[in-house]
């Protein structure tokens, strides 16, 4: 198992930015796809982003590409987000997860979780 932690969320306007970070900790020698998942209130968790354990394949929802990019440092064991231009409808928790090797998009293939940080978009 790995441990998940993530950081770098606020309250910012519509337009702004901001970079999430997630860092691991336990079993990272593992190789590891890394995804950040959203959740809004009153609405089911939903895939945002997603980056292959090499680094070399991503993936986004059609409602943050070209706004969001994913990345990873695993000399830091600690994967990105960074999000510009920012919406309203951007507000979520965001979740940090993990799964061996490669990208899915459906919540339920991954087995770790970190514990969220909250993004709130003010228009």
């Known amino acids: 198992q790995v441990q998940l932690v993530e950081s770098g969320g606020g309250l910012v306007q519509a337009g702004g930015s901001l970079r999430l970070s997630c860092a691991a900790s336990?079993?990272?020698?593992?190789?590891?796809?890394m995804a950040w998942f959203r959740q809004a209130p009153g609405k089911e968790r939903e895939f945002a982003a997603a980056?292959?354990?090499?680094?070399?394949?991503?993936s986004y929802a059609d409602s943050v590409k070209g706004r969001f990019t994913i990345s990873r440092d695993d000399a830091k064991n600690t994967v990105y987000l960074q999000m510009n231009s920012l919406k309203p409808e951007d507000t979520a928790a965001y979740y940090c997860?993990?799964?061996?090797?490669?990208?899915?998009?459906?919540?339920?293939?991954?087995?770790?979780w970190g514990q969220g940080t909250q993004v709130t978009v003010s228009s």
């Open positions: 997860a993990a799964r061996p090797y490669t990208i899915v998009v459906e919540a339920r293939q991954y087995d770790n």
């Open positions: 336990g079993r990272t020698s593992r190789r590891y796809a």
């Open positions: 980056i292959s354990w090499r680094g070399d394949s991503t």
